[in-house]
């Protein structure tokens, strides 16, 4: 794997050198949007400070009211419910499909009524769901409802050689600091909507009026005392300067940084495939699964118990269980919204973990690689009649 920050550091001595000023201000925001939105494939973007941020903005622009709902898969970070909460609706929880884990078409279908307005669908640990799909049972309604991704961990993962990001009306990606390319904490939200655009940057950038002028004659103006800037209610979500440096430093070797996890993705593929009581996200080839993280579900609880004592013991390295589901952490109960249980995610997730795909060496994955064949075997032989 590339050097990830080689083009970073350069890009942020840059930063540094202007001393944040004004007149220099934007430059590599604006690089990272150009950048960003012809590589996806869409026309318009926004940097902003994470990516629960930009999904809080796409759902400031389109019109919310009181009582409207947006429907999200069960299995995913809690952040896609603030956001949804955050911006005055109500969550509704779509189960998921248990092969590909993403959000069950079928649930998803069940669970659109007239208050819908919205669909948040994420692309789990790198894996698209089947936008074609999801559109078709989307243009089958009478009215209009949002689509939205949440590519928050899919960097370049692709559907019928369409990039993550192009499908919906808006899209986000994260660079947080586990995600593919980052800089601690940062994103960005996609459009192809100019309408959608133009409120989405009122609602990150304290309501600040989107004007086309040049810099030069904004400046001219901001000597008037009479000068309005702020039209509507915003919140401040910019992304800072030394952010879009680092990120944009990245994107110049995005393809070599995606194509090393997706390596590291498909030698622990491999290993798992040998073996009946685990299994990953299945996908046609019609998918490129980018790999954030490598899922693994266990074929119960008590192998899973059995492999993690095993696993730390042969010096497997550290793995994330997987997330509670939103509608059982504490701070959504406290809130007393009805919902109900999505029985085929309950199921899973208390199987489910996530290996780390980050590796940066041939040495470091096939290490791992080594350790999970053993572990599993070990598991096969010594605790299991299969």
């Not at 696993?311 to 497997?316: E, M, S, T, V, W």
Request: include cysteine; charge should be positive; hydrophobic fraction near 35%.
């Amino acid at each position: 794997m590339p050097n990830q920050f080689q083009h970073s550091k350069k890009f942020i001595n840059d930063v540094l050198k202007n001393q944040f000023r004004t007149s220099k201000n934007k430059f590599y925001n604006n690089k990272l949007i150009n950048f960003f939105c012809k590589k996806i494939g869409v026309k318009y973007g926004i940097t902003v400070n994470s990516g629960t941020s930009g999904l809080h903005a796409a759902l400031l622009s389109i019109g919310l009211k009181k009582n409207d709902e947006v429907i999200m898969p069960a299995i995913t970070m809690s952040a896609v419910t603030y956001s949804i909460l955050l911006a005055g609706a109500k969550p509704v929880f779509a189960d998921i499909n248990p092969e590909n884990l993403n959000i069950d078409l079928k649930s998803l279908e069940k669970k659109i009524n007239n208050k819908t307005k919205a669909i948040i669908c994420v692309s789990l640990f790198g894996l698209l769901p089947d936008y074609e799909k999801i559109k078709k049972i989307l243009n089958k309604k009478k009215k209009k409802i949002f689509l939205i991704e949440d590519n928050a961990e899919c960097m370049m993962g692709k559907f019928k050689k369409k990039f993550a990001g192009s499908f919906g009306d808006f899209s986000i990606f994260s660079f947080q600091s586990s995600k593919v390319i980052s800089c601690g904490e940062g994103g960005i939200l996609l459009t192809s909507n100019k309408n959608l655009w133009l409120k989405a940057k009122l609602a990150s950038n304290l309501g600040y009026k989107y004007r086309e002028d040049s810099y030069n004659r904004i400046r001219k103006k901001l000597q008037n005392t009479n000068f309005s800037r702020h039209v509507s209610l915003g919140y401040n979500y910019r992304l800072s300067e030394i952010g879009a440096a680092t990120v944009y430093g990245q994107l110049l070797n995005i393809n070599k940084i995606v194509q090393q996890r997706i390596n590291n993705g498909r030698k622990f593929y491999k290993i798992i495939k040998k073996y009946k009581f685990v299994k990953s996200q299945k996908f046609s080839k019609n998918f490129t699964h980018s790999y954030w993280a490598f899922p693994v579900v266990f074929k119960n609880t008590k192998i899973l118990n059995i492999f993690n004592n095993l696993f730390h013991k042969n010096r497997g390295d550290f793995y994330y269980g997987c997330w509670m589901l939103p509608y059982n952490e504490v701070f959504f109960k406290k809130l007393k919204i009805s919902y109900k249980k999505c029985l085929a995610a309950e199921n899973i997730q208390k199987r489910l973990i996530q290996l780390k795909t980050n590796y940066k060496t041939s040495e470091e994955i096939n290490s791992q690689v080594k350790i999970l064949d053993k572990v599993l075997n070990k598991i096969k032989s010594n605790y299991l009649k299969i």
